[in-house]
DNA sequence: ACCTGAACACCGTTCAAGT
DNA sequence: ACCTGAACACCGTTCAAGT
């Protein structure tokens, strides 16, 4: 009756490319961007490290496939019954929420060049931006500023939680911030000392949006001014 | 006469942190970020591994350092008797060909939160935003976006350096993406097919400072419309 | 105080050998 | 065809021992 002592070796389903990159997810989530590990991972699948290479190319495309898995269902659903603008809010926002829930997406996403996922949100982007009339011959350019906030942003966030110890919260952290801020040379920094106290009771995410309608005004300006 | 067999053994000065940081910027800029190592690092400097920690903490302070000894030479200089708007494209210039000239920095900014020399930008930044004009409540916003903004272009940057192979040229990588492009799904990527052209003959630096002009002229619109 | 370099505890990746 | 796991060629970092 009894099964071997030890850890329980489920392994029913064969290995497939599919059920790496879910393990890799897994993995990203709960023990972060330094525990992806081609040992952990074969572990975690009940094989060895060499069993992986037979799926998977290596660790680059590894990786980025764990970062489409992500990015690709923030990117489904049509936004025909709404604005440009908030059609481009919600694409946006959705960006935004995947890296917040997996941070290393955003550190992905920012030293990666424009990969499946995010040619996805590129398109839909643009098509709400040809929407919004701007012309021709500035719409690339409207949407690079947009997708290059969007990453930027990204690459933040993912530093920032990075540096914040898993323990501790964010107010807490905010709050070292804006002190650390508040106690800069009078001189050299006046600027950012005054806004310190800004960083306090700081929402990133409605930061965020504001950056994005910042940069939507700058786009409908353009058209407006013709 | 003859000195020693084998290489010169010029070990004159003694080690100090900034003759480490300045190894590891020449290390960088020629062999790429995979090329710093700390027994690369050691060998460069006639010495052992071991010796470079008795200066430096680690790699990450190294590498943070290394970012900051390149842009710090970039946020130098006064800009006093210029438009805002040209100082703050002034600004962005000096970030964006900092990390032209040395990718790597891009990718360590990028994924960085605002250490001191970006913290500097910031500064900058933020005075000439405050002599936009723009309400004291938005003035955060809008140097933020700005940062974001440079900052996504900073990690995209190095991503299409590392993602190009150094012997090839810029402008056959871009007709190969333009190529790539022209050829996805027509009702998949309608608007990335219609831009495909565009991104052949496009400019990186000119872009760039389009998407500052755009976020420009959102934060100068906010003002105008009170 | 500063340097040396062997050693430790890892990595990603490969590959002969198995099934 | 697919899996195994030892082995290779690296890493960053530590630390006893030297000067």
Redesign the pocket.
């Known amino acids: 009756m009894a099964t071997r002592t030890g850890r329980p070796e489920r ?1 029913q389903e ?3 490319a599919q059920r790496i990159v879910s393990a890799a997810v897994e993995l990203l989530d709960t023990v972060g961007e ?9 572990e975690h ?16 495309e ?1 990786l980025a496939a764990a970062t489409d898995a992500v990015v690709a269902t923030t990117v489904t659903g049509d936004d025909t019954d709404a604005t440009p603008q908030d059609a481009i809010r919600a694409l946006a926002l959705g960006v935004f929420d995947a890296i917040d829930a997996h941070p290393w997406v955003g550190a992905q996403l920012a030293r990666t060049s424009w990969q499946p996922p995010m040619l996805r949100v590129f398109e839909r982007v643009g098509r709400q931006v040809q929407a919004l009339q701007v012309p021709r011959a500035a719409q690339f350019t409207a949407v690079s500023a947009l997708m290059s906030y969007i990453l930027g942003v990204a690459g933040q966030n993912a530093a920032n939680t990075r540096t914040l110890q898993p323990g501790a919260d964010r107010t807490a952290f905010l709050d070292a911030a804006a002190a650390t801020w508040a106690e800069l040379d009078p001189d050299d920094y006046a600027f950012t000392r005054t806004v310190a106290g800004q960083l306090r009771e700081h929402d990133d995410r409605a930061e965020f949006l504001a950056g994005v309608d910042l940069i939507l005004s700058g786009i409908t300006g353009i058209t407006a001014r013709r």
């Open positions: 392994r064969p290995l497939s330094s525990g992806l590990t081609f040992r952990a991972l074969a699948l009940a094989t060895g490290p060499g069993a992986i290479y037979w799926h998977v190319t290596g660790k680059t590894l």
